[in-house]
């Protein structure tokens, strides 16, 4: 087994030391990769104290256990291991990923964000009434679904600190539990979607930072907020990028609910470029748009 393996084994499921008592030898890291030996107390299997030997030390004057506090923990040829402490035990430990996984997960997530805010816009259709809104937000509601949060490591985030790390960790597990819930082949129902919406947008408080808007971007949303979209399109999103010449160019990315067959695909495509072309110009956007049609399920099972 390997050493943050067997560091891993000295606690039970809950986060306890095993021996209830007892040292643990180990080497913290600091965000610039420095190494420092050291050592974690535990009392009645709580963590009581950190003490890192030429750096600082965690620790209350009546040794009650510790309470939000993170650690990178080295171990020579391995990943580092993040370590969060919530009320002496040891709660969370992940591996310290690349920086490629956080940059995928977040790109994932950036398409989420957007198929949440779409959805929950949905004028395009003119329909006034609140019951309409409503069935047409739970339609669109393709970001509800456990795929949108995969590959999301607390550790990728060590510049938040303790606190707002941890929230974003719950929040995160809260809505995977959410999610998992549901079938990807049916829409959720309005009290579904409302409970996840509160813990999705908590999340994306969180996270705004991480998902920046260029000002075409904003141009771009804009404008296809204004494109009337037929009832069968259950949602929407769209990427910045080029032809196959190199010219600039625009994805929209349209979203069957399944009530037409994939033979029409190209007749429909075709009739919305026209109006997505004219959105667009009416905006000052030049990329030239390209539709691409999809079910809702393939977004969510891909």
Excluded: C
């Amino acid at each position: 087994m390997s050493d943050a393996g067997i560091f891993r084994s000295l606690f039970d499921d809950q986060g306890k030391f095993k021996k209830g008592d007892g040292e643990v030898a180990v080497t913290f890291l600091t965000a610039s990769g420095a190494q420092y030996p050291g050592k974690l107390r535990f009392k009645d299997g709580l963590v009581v104290s950190a003490t890192m030997e030429g750096g600082g030390s965690w620790g209350y004057p009546d040794e009650s256990a510790i309470h939000g506090v993170k650690f990178l923990l080295y171990f020579e040829g391995e990943k580092p291991l993040a370590v969060f402490v919530e009320h002496g035990l040891v709660a969370h430990v992940f591996d310290v990923p690349d920086q490629v996984s956080k940059e995928k997960f977040l790109a994932a997530f950036r398409v989420a964000r957007n198929l949440f805010v779409h959805s929950r816009a949905p004028s395009q259709s003119g329909v006034a009434d609140v019951n309409s809104i409503a069935d047409a937000m739970t339609r669109g509601a393709l970001w509800l679904t456990p795929k949108v949060v995969q590959g999301f490591n607390a550790a990728d985030f060590p510049e938040l600190n303790s606190a707002r790390q941890l929230e974003l960790l719950k929040t995160i597990q809260m809505f995977k539990e959410l999610s998992s819930e549901l079938s990807p082949d049916k829409a959720p129902t309005r009290e579904q979607y409302g409970n996840a919406a509160v813990v999705f947008q908590a999340i994306l408080n969180i996270l705004e930072p991480y998902l920046p808007t260029s000002e075409e971007s904003h141009k771009v949303e804009k404008a296809l907020r204004k494109v009337q979209f037929p009832p069968w399109i259950a949602n929407w999103d769209y990427e910045l990028g080029s032809s196959e010449s190199g010219e600039a160019a625009i994805w929209v990315n349209v979203f069957v609910d399944g009530s037409i067959s994939r033979a029409e695909y190209g007749r429909f495509a075709s009739q919305i470029i026209p109006m997505i072309r004219e959105a667009l110009s009416a905006e000052g956007v030049q990329r030239w748009p390209y539709v691409r049609l999809k079910t809702s399920m393939e977004y969510k099972t891909a």
